[in-house]
């Protein structure tokens, strides 16, 4: 019985260390808002996971009026982030070595944050995290689900 609590207690401490050593977090000192969804941080380029936001090119339109639904995503990150500081897990890279991560504000995701509020969809090639974020902001009509809109995915081949 003591061999098999020291034993258990190794098993624990290994994995802990394993934990502390493994564990990406980047605290913000210096942040530059790129989009909806890109940011960088330290001089790092961040893509949140997850999620796509408009192109900052991209419009929308809403009652017949044009709406830079690009720049009003940006322009609700910048809002969110305000003075506060930036946490971000990191969760690899992509195809462009943009470190992938999901980043928080006062323990807040960002990126559910964007889906919640309509300004960003889940984007669901990559993770099915964000869509019952995505369900509640378009059964709301919450930001772009309230106007005309192209997938930002679509919008980039076609541009």
Known sequence: MYLNKI??????????IFFFLTYYDVKSYE???????????????????????????????KNNEIINCGIQARQLLINKIGKNKVNCVREGKDQYNRTLAECFVNDLSLSRFLVREGYAFAYRKYSKKFIEDENFAKNNNMGIWSMKFEYPWDWRKKN
């Open 7 to 16: 034993n258990l207690f190794l098993v624990i401490s290994i994995c802990l």
């Open 31 to 61: 942040i530059k808002i790129i989009d909806g969804d890109t940011i960088h941080l330290n001089n790092e380029k961040i893509r949140f996971t997850g999620i796509d936001t408009p192109e900052l090119k991209q419009t929308c339109k």
